[in-house]
């Protein structure tokens, strides 16, 4: 294994925890986490009801566009080509619905969210400035519908509650995931109950997906039709790096650490090299986070509640 860049004397402890595997003799997980944290990248909290509405959007949509308005979202690095694309796309008066396509890890979420900065910061044409990207929950939206019928109906709910408001463009990641969704003993699956609407343009959806997993969507020729494809791919190592230092701060915030430039080389180096079932910068970032939360472990804090006691 490589020299370890971030002070802990080796990195088989940390590769080994990004595999899911547990060090039980780590003294770290002895000691306590600083009681004050900053909120990390989703804000924290219970994510659901940030679309400022209620029904269904409010309770299986998540509004990255508020969330990009209170700084609660990380810089997006290098991906200006695709978010412009995406833009280009979504101003377009038919086929507005644009599919990012790419595999787990590269980017393609943080696309979506550079939209929406790029919306909140009035960068983007006159037709989109109002618009508002909710992310939706499909899974959620999906659970305790096994009923025949029950799922339809609430999908149709949703379409009445997102129709009603044309400023609204769903985002819907694993968009594969649609097809069959809630096809419990004959009824509709939610890609049948999109294809309608799609086709009237009475929505925009942007949605994300892997090339292998976008070949399901193309089988339904009707709805693949609905969609333009978009594709994501994985950054370069020295791209990652630039990523890296562009979230740097966030993670330094959070963690109450210092990452100089080598640690940030290297979280991008050593996870390109030794972590091969993924895909940069996600485990680069990954590695940057392990990185930082062991070494908070380590610290020596103070609760603030105990400053002002004699």
Do not use: C
Not at 9 to 33: C, K
Not at 212 to 235: G, H, S
Not at 280 to 309: C, H, W
Request: glycine letters at 10%.
């Amino acid at each position: 294994m490589a020299q370890d860049p971030f002070g802990f004397g080796g990195l088989d402890d940390i590769f080994r925890a990004m595999q899911g595997g547990v060090d039980s003799n780590n003294a770290y997980r002895q000691q306590q986490t600083p009681p004050t944290q900053p909120a990390g990248p989703n804000g924290g909290g219970n994510r659901r009801g940030n679309n400022n509405g209620g029904g269904l959007l409010g309770q299986y949509g998540f509004n990255l566009t508020a969330q990009a308005k209170q700084g609660k979202i990380d810089p997006v690095i290098g991906r200006d080509n695709e978010i412009n694309r995406v833009i280009e796309i979504l101003n377009r008066r038919t086929k507005n619905n644009p599919v990012l396509i790419g595999e787990a890890g590269v980017g393609k979420t943080a696309v979506v969210e550079g939209l929406a900065q790029k919306i909140v910061a009035g960068q983007v044409p006159q037709k989109l400035l109002d618009k508002e990207i909710i992310r939706l929950d499909v899974a959620s939206l999906v659970q305790g519908t096994g009923i025949r019928g029950q799922f339809e109906q609430r999908m149709q709910q949703l379409m009445k509650e997102v129709q009603s408001n044309p400023n609204i463009v769903l985002f819907i990641d694993e968009i594969h995931e649609i097809m069959g969704a809630g096809n419990a003993e004959g009824g509709m699956d939610a890609g049948n109950v999109l294809k309608p609407a799609l086709a009237r343009g009475d929505f925009q959806l942007v949605g994300a997906t892997t090339l292998n997993e976008y070949r399901d969507i193309e089988k339904d020729a009707a709805l693949a039709r609905r969609f333009q494809p978009v594709t994501v791919n994985e950054p370069s190592v020295e791209e990652s790096i630039k990523i890296l230092k562009g979230i740097q701060k966030k993670y330094e915030d959070y963690h109450h650490v210092k990452y100089d430039e080598d640690a940030i080389v290297a979280a991008v180096k050593l996870s390109n090299r030794y972590i091969q079932d993924r895909f940069l910068p996600d485990k680069a970032i990954d590695l940057l986070d392990e990185a930082g939360s062991r070494k908070n472990l380590t610290l020596k804090t103070v609760d603030p509640k105990n400053l002002f006691k004699i």
